[in-house]
Nanobody, 126 residues
Framework: QVRLVESGGGLAQTGDSLRLSCVAS????????MGWFRQAPGKEREFVAA????????YYADSVKGRFTISRDNAKNTVYLQMNNLKPEDTAVYYC???????????????????WGQGTQVTVSS
């Protein structure tokens, strides 16, 4: 059974940092683009960041660029999202995802992802 399990969410204040982790089990995703998405109450799920299978290329939403960093450790089947200088508008459930096929493309599109975690809540107070 394929599972993606996120951890590291919680409560933070404006300007704080959090580090999210996503561990995959049941299969390896070392050749898959991995991404983070988030969904705030009453809003659609939105792209946050993605990383190529080799970790050499990263993609970010404009709203998080310069504050968030995505990375991966293929040996551990784990992807991370370092979130610095958090803002109240970052409050959302954060989801880890893996693309459906190896060496995929269009990393910003949720439709390219076939595996999703259950999500971890991040709440940032002002």
């Amino acid at each position: 059974q394929v599972r993606l399990v996120e951890s590291g969410g919680g409560l933070a204040q404006t300007g704080d940092s959090l580090r999210l982790s996503c561990v995959a089990s049941g299969r390896t995703f070392s050749l898959h683009v991995m991404g983070w998405f988030r969904q705030a109450p009453g809003k659609e799920r939105e792209f946050v960041a993605a990383i190529s299978w080799g970790g050499t290329t990263t993609y970010y939403a404009d709203s998080v660029k310069g504050r968030f960093t995505i990375s991966r450790d293929n040996a551990k089947n784990t992807v991370y999202l370092q979130m610095n200088n958090l803002k109240p508008e970052d409050t959302a459930v954060y989801y880890c995802a893996a693309q459906k096929v190896p060496f995929g493309s269009n990393p910003r599109s949720p439709g390219e992802y076939g595996y999703w975690g259950q999500g971890t809540q991040v709440t940032v107070s002002s």
